[in-house]
């Protein structure tokens, strides 16, 4: 619960260079330094994710730097996922199907 | 049952591998690709049909926002099939109040859409012998992949969080000789891994040139969810199809 644990503070050379060659990579730029800090920090997250994937998976795929990895979980899920389409949805088209048969 | 089946090596059958962009349409783009193929492989005749017009002419309105397989089936049916893509271009957002189904020629239709056995050997065998067919998946990990074969647990990617619409477009196996194998002796056993190719709509940057594999035969992200299909052509004169392999 320290500041210290909260702030990852600067960092590393090595990451603002892969950081780099990512934007470079895939084209992408920010809009102002805080927005540059901020999404540098999620692609640093979505690294470390990209790492515990890879130890996790079962199979031989490979995860790491994708034209995604400065987006939150968050901000994938409402660009690329499809709500409509959620358990939660189907399960209350399903329900309300069964309660109109039944009446 | 053949041991591997990839439509991409037929010829005119798959679509080059589109985009999306932030249109959350994978659903019609699935839709319109399981239409295609199976126009393609049934009459030999190779066409693209629209996405935009299902994002238009849906029900369910604003297509960019979402949407399910069976409507876009459904929109398909409602106006007794689909324009070109070349005629009705993808825009990448939806224009509900306009649609423009009925000012452009009909290139591909269908009789009907099916729900098939949530069993993946039945979907390898309907793959094989009939084309591709669009499934529901939960796309978690696909943020974060390159290339390979995904095997995840329900743990580290939940079945019942399937929500991203894809084109189920084959399958095969992997061998590989393990490090173990390797340093044994006289022909060292293969690791296979079996896996499904799949064809996503991220574009041809991403992934295994805008595809990717998932292992088949353990439910790896829900792919058993919902397996469904158009059904194209008259089925009392159902033919034998053959899927290269």
């Excluded at chain 2, 080059?16 to 393609?40: D, F, R, S, T, Y």
């Excluded at chain 2, 084309?131 to 696909?142: C, H, K, S």
């Excluded at chain 2, 196996?173 to 690791?191: C, G, I, M, R, V």
Aim: charged content about 25%.
């Amino acid at each position: 619960d320290s500041p210290r644990a909260q702030d990852p503070g600067p960092r590393p050379p090595v990451l603002k260079e892969v950081f780099k060659l990512f934007q470079i990579q895939f084209n992408k730029n920010y809009s102002d330094p805080a927005e540059h800090a901020r999404r540098l920090d999620i692609f640093v997250q979505n690294l470390a994710k990209a790492q515990m994937l890879q130890e996790e998976d079962l199979g031989t795929a490979e995860f790491g730097v994708t034209p995604f990895s400065d987006l939150t979980e968050e901000e994938f899920g409402q660009l690329y996922g499809n709500w409509r389409a959620t358990r939660k949805d189907l399960r209350v088209g399903r329900k309300e199907r069964f309660e109109k048969q039944e009446s | 049952m053949p041991p591997s089946c990839d439509w991409r090596k037929a010829h005119n059958v798959l679509s080059p591998v589109k985009h999306q962009g932030k249109c959350n349409c994978c659903w019609a783009i699935a839709a319109a690709g399981n239409i295609e193929a199976l126009w393609n492989i049934r009459f030999k005749q190779s066409v693209e049909v629209s996405v935009q017009e299902l994002l238009d002419c849906g029900r369910c309105g604003d297509g960019c926002l979402g949407g399910y397989v069976w409507d876009a089936f459904i929109t398909v049916l409602n106006y007794s099939g689909l324009a070109s893509e070349k005629d009705y271009r993808f825009r990448g957002h939806a224009k509900t109040h306009r649609c423009l189904a009925p000012f452009y020629k009909k290139v591909a239709w269908i009789q009907d859409y099916i729900m098939l056995p949530r069993n993946e050997d039945a979907m390898a065998k309907y793959v094989a012998t009939q084309g591709p067919i669009t499934v529901l998946i939960n796309p978690t990990l696909l943020q974060h992949y390159q290339k390979g074969i995904i095997k995840s647990t329900p743990s580290t990617c939940d079945p019942w969080l399937a929500s991203h619409y894809i084109l189920l477009v084959g399958f095969g196996k992997e061998e590989k000789a393990t490090e173990k194998d390797l340093f044994q002796s006289n022909h060292p056993p293969l690791q296979s891994t079996p896996y499904w190719i799949l064809k996503n709509s991220w574009g041809a940057h991403w992934g295994e040139k805008g595809y990717f594999r998932l292992h088949r035969g353990s439910d790896t992200c829900g792919i058993t969810r919902f397996p469904l299909t158009a059904c194209v052509g008259d089925p009392a004169e159902k033919q034998k199809v053959s899927c290269p392999p």
